[in-house]
């Protein structure tokens, strides 16, 4: 966990224009090295609270890139995870969602060490398709969901007719991290320049909704919190990633049986590059959760010292 003080985190902001514009850009890049294919069956749809999104496990096929040497290397494609708004940002600006496609060396049993993941971003059109979302199980109708935490795959999944004219485009890459603790530093990132049109109702209902459900509601008790709260249950993205850019904050989780949690978030001031404390968060009650323990002292000296 300690690699979250490192200083390859994800997820960051893509440069597209500019002197620091990130490596890659050209079309084409990936242009006949994706051999995604179609994910059928009836696997569970899962929400996740623990990193915002709605997650698919199944086999999508994979893709095949040069390692430093020049040599193919072939990567599965074994995850997906969907998100609204977005965790990357291009050129500072956030999209209405973002998909990560998730792979791991063909060899290896997980990602961890040099896995690699292909971000898509999305901004909305109340005229565009949605098919994708829609074989993901979201009603195009939008918000209007029960609470559900899971559900089975309603439609095959294929990623690469949704995404083929996307994946011919510009590619920017960076190294970065795993985007969850414990954000090991060895992931590489392909993230498209085009946005593909969906409507954004989709998903932002379906997360929203799920959500609430599942986790209850959320208070935001500090003024400084850059959080985007969708709707009442949405959790905030600071919360579940301890990897984002700095910020100080302070803040309550009421859980579904009206028990009270409290979460102190601490980050170092921008620039630094030694956090002063990570966070304390207690597991809500009757749900899977995460939890990580600091001493709540050191954390509350420090915020008193800013």
Same mark, same amino acid.
């Given at each position: 966990? =300690?690699? $979250? ?34 994910a059928?069956?009836?696997?569970q ?7 915002r ?23 599965? %494609?074994?995850q997906?995870? =969907?998100? %609204? ?12 969602? &973002?998909?990560m496609i ?11 060490k ?21 074989? =993901? ?8 969901? &029960? ?5 089975? =795959?309603?439609?095959? !999944? ?24 414990? $954000? ?11 946005? /593909? ?23 935001? %008790?500090? *003024?400084?919190?850059? $959080?985007?709260? /969708? ?7 600071? !919360?579940?990633? *301890?990897?984002? *850019? ?6 309550? /989780? ?8 409290? /979460? ?39 915020a008193? %010292? &800013?």
């Amino acid at each position: 966990f =300690l690699a $979250c003080a490192g200083e390859r985190q994800s997820p960051v902001n893509v440069l597209t224009t500019g002197p620091c514009v990130h490596s890659g850009g050209q079309d084409g890049q990936l242009d006949g090295r994706v051999m995604y294919t179609v994910a059928g069956g009836t696997p569970q749809v899962t929400v996740s609270p623990y990193m915002r999104s709605v997650m698919l496990e199944a086999d999508f096929g994979s893709i095949r890139l040069q390692d430093d040497t020049g040599r193919d290397v072939e990567y599965t %494609a074994h995850q997906i995870h =969907l998100s %609204a708004d977005s965790w990357h940002t291009l050129n500072g600006a956030p999209a209405a969602a &973002e998909l990560m496609i998730l792979h791991k060396p063909k060899e290896a049993s997980d990602m961890i060490k040099g896995g690699v993941i292909v971000s898509v971003m999305f901004e909305h059109d109340d005229a565009a398709d949605s098919p994708l979302f829609e074989h =993901l199980g979201m009603p195009k109708e939008g918000p209007e969901m &029960e609470a559900l935490g899971s559900w089975q =795959l309603p439609h095959y !999944v294929n990623l690469l007719d949704n995404l083929q004219d996307v994946l011919k485009g510009a590619t920017y890459q960076y190294e970065g991290s795993v985007p969850v603790p414990p $954000c090991t530093e060895n992931i590489k990132y392909l993230v498209m320049g085009q946005l /593909i049109k969906f409507l954004a109702a989709l998903v932002v209902g379906v997360l929203s909704d799920t959500m609430a459900g599942s986790i209850g509601e959320l208070v935001i %008790a500090s *003024p400084q919190s850059f $959080c985007n709260v /969708i709707k009442l249950g949405t959790f905030c993205r600071t !919360v579940v990633w *301890p990897c984002l *850019p700095p910020v100080l904050m302070y803040q309550y /989780i009421r859980g579904k049986d009206d028990d009270m949690y409290a /979460i102190d978030v601490l980050y170092a001031k921008s620039g630094s590059k030694e956090p002063k404390a990570f966070y304390d968060a207690s597991r809500l009650k009757g749900s899977s959760h995460w939890r990580m323990q600091q001493d709540l002292e050191t954390i509350r000296a420090a915020a008193n %010292a &800013e």
